[in-house]
């Protein structure tokens, strides 16, 4: 069966090859326009891809309105699993279980007599009344501040500093009024540190 695509191809040769090369293009030879036929008949029979209806549908589970992606329910229309930012197919977060850990009256009686019992607080024990509450056990005393005592003065050291000059430098105006061995190291001091010369007034005083 010929195509319109075909009988096109055909027009176009009669029209625009020269007429001496015609025959040679119309025989089922394997030329290149018998290729050209084959492929338009190849082509035209393909079937035809599935086109979408274009009517809009609304997700009854997200609200999305399109008119691809959608899958019919009982109840209307829904996003299709590959439309994966529907809230419908988004996988369930992991929930984490706690173990519950069975607790006696006497471990109960017990952390309640330290930290209160908060259900008593709330209104909500079951408890028996009079059970043991941190209003029970009395506060820890805490003892005053005591300020301690001042200590003694030390005794005080009497000084080696008269009030004579017991000797003078003759360099300078330099004069001291100590004596005995902090006198000796005071004179030694100044001579060795300005090339001074210390005069002892009374030489008792350095003994």
């Known amino acids: 069966m010929t195509t319109t695509a075909e009988k096109a191809f055909d027009d176009f040769i009669r029209r625009w090859v020269a007429p001496a090369m015609q025959p040679h293009l119309f025989d089922t030879d394997d030329n290149a326009a018998e290729k050209v036929r084959r492929l338009i008949r190849e082509l035209a029979a393909r079937p035809e891809p599935r086109r979408q209806d274009g009517t809009e549908h609304t997700c009854e589970i997200c609200g999305r309105v399109g008119t691809r992606r959608y899958v019919k329910t009982d109840t209307g229309w829904r996003c299709s699993p590959t439309a994966t930012a529907c809230v419908g197919n988004q996988p369930e977060p992991v929930r984490k279980v706690g173990l519950t850990v069975p607790v006696s009256d006497e471990d109960f009686d017990r952390a309640a007599a330290r930290w209160g019992c908060l259900d008593c607080a709330e209104g909500t024990c079951t408890r028996p009344a009079g059970h043991a509450s941190a ?63 210390v005069t002892v007034l009374d030489r008792e005083v350095t003994c």
């Open 135 to 197: 209003s029970d056990i009395p506060a820890k005393q805490i003892p005053a501040k005591v300020t301690p005592a001042p200590e003694p003065p030390a005794p005080r050291i009497p000084h080696s500093k008269s009030t004579d000059v017991t000797a003078r430098c003759q360099d300078c105006t330099r004069a001291f009024t100590l004596t005995g061995r902090v006198l000796r190291q005071a004179i030694d001091m100044h001579e060795l540190k300005h090339g001074h010369i």
